[in-house]
């Protein structure tokens, strides 16, 4: 059973479209994260949710916005698609934040605005 | 602000050649740290993991790590590659501080050739 997964894997999208990736995770893990991967490979952190409340919230645009529906979900929703949004995005998960606990990846996807 | 950083972007080795990635990391505080490994078109997988105890630890397919504290390090070694082990590598740290995810180092990519 995979641990963190995630859906699409692979999106092809135009610009200005609206669209979702949803994570969920069999861990019983109580936070869940959003990663993104750039097109040199470098991964930041967007979001965190514990226990569906936002606990990190980096510099991102307003057009995304993460919804944890409960502690296992945590969808990203994006608007208004621009070519810099091309990249692949992370969903993880780990037991909490800031005591240096393993994080989980999902197998990511690898969204393409054209 | 924590940060991570990898010392080599791109290492060309040959197989049966020794490996040593070099990684630091600035945080004054407690940290757990990690190496994932990200094979082409894949996921995050880990490597191996640094909470306590012997500052030397062994991974899997043959990797190991010695965080020296002194020197803020945490660097990745294998003593012999095999062609296989062409992926990205990415350093990362956990800070024990609440409210902090997952930082990572900008990665090196590793190319063995047979």
């Known amino acids: 059973d995979t641990a963190v997964s995630q859906t699409p894997k692979y999106l092809v999208t135009q610009m200005g479209n609206d669209k979702s990736i949803k994570c969920e995770q069999n861990?019983?893990?109580?936070?869940m994260y959003w990663y993104k991967q750039d097109s040199k490979k470098f991964l930041k952190i967007m979001f965190s949710?514990?226990?569906?409340?936002?606990?990190i919230n980096e510099t991102v645009p307003n057009r995304f916005s993460p919804k944890s529906p409960d502690k296992a979900h945590l969808n990203l929703h994006i608007n208004s698609l621009e070519l810099g949004d091309s990249a692949v995005y992370f969903c993880?998960?780990?037991?909490?934040?800031?005591?240096?606990?393993?994080?989980?990846f999902g197998e990511g996807s690898w969204l393409t605005v054209v | 602000a924590q940060s991570v950083s990898q010392h080599n972007h791109h290492v060309i080795l040959s197989e049966a050649a020794s490996l040593e990635l070099g990684c630091n990391y600035s945080?004054?505080?407690?940290?757990?740290l990690f190496w994932y490994v990200q094979y082409p078109g894949q996921h995050l997988q880990l490597l191996l993991k640094?909470?306590?105890?012997?500052?030397l630890v062994k991974g899997i397919k043959g990797f190991e790590a010695e965080f020296i504290k002194s020197k803020f390090s945490f660097n990745l070694r294998k003593p012999s590659v095999q062609w296989s082990d062409t992926a990205e590598y990415f350093c990362?740290?956990?800070?024990?501080?609440?409210?902090?995810?997952?930082?990572f180092g900008k990665g090196t990519t590793l190319s063995v050739s047979s």
């Open positions: 861990l019983g893990h109580d936070t």
């Open positions: 993880a998960s780990s037991q909490e934040t800031g005591s240096g606990n393993t994080i989980y």
């Open positions: 949710y514990n226990n569906k409340e936002l606990i």
């Open positions: 640094y909470f306590s105890g012997d500052p």
């Open positions: 945080y004054g505080g407690t940290v757990n």
């Open positions: 990362a740290v956990s800070p024990h501080q609440a409210g902090t995810a997952l930082i």
